[in-house]
Nanobody, 124 residues
Framework: QVQVVESGGDLVQAGGSLRLSCVAS??????????IGWYRQAREKQRELVAA???????SYLDSVKGRFTISRDNAKNTVYLQMSSLKPEDTAVFYC????????????????WGQGTQGTVSS
């Protein structure tokens, strides 16, 4: 079993920044050997992949967040971060972390391990 916990969501004004954190752990889960993906789901919309990072440090982003969002990982802390800058109202969503999926050719395929989500709201 893998436990995934997100944090860092908040209410910010347009143009502001947020940093989300995702901690993934489990008795048989090796964090450093696993890829992690950040997703978001806006109201009445489908969940979409925002950014992903492989075990080896490969990174991919949703086109609409390139240049504004940065994903990184700290294996010593079992944590992946999503730094979000120049936020827009359309970035408002619940952000979910997925741990242990497959990262292949800049694409990420999620596992069954999801966090509970953290709300990020951008006001205009």
């Amino acid at each position: 079993q893998v436990q995934v916990v997100e944090s860092g969501g908040d209410l910010v004004q347009a143009g502001g920044s947020l940093r989300l954190s995702c901690v993934a752990s489990g008795s048989t889960f090796s964090f450093r050997r696993n890829a992690i993906g950040w997703y978001r789901q806006a109201r009445e919309k489908q969940r979409e992949l925002v950014a992903a990072i492989s075990a080896g440090g490969g990174i991919s982003y949703l086109d609409s967040v390139k240049g504004r969002f940065t994903i990184s990982r700290d294996n010593a802390k079992n944590t992946v971060y999503l730094q979000m800058s120049s936020l827009k109202p359309e970035d408002t969503a619940v952000f979910y972390c997925n741990a242990g999926g497959y990262y292949i050719r800049d694409s990420y395929y999620p596992s069954a391990y999801w966090g509970q989500g953290t709300q990020g709201t951008v006001s205009s």
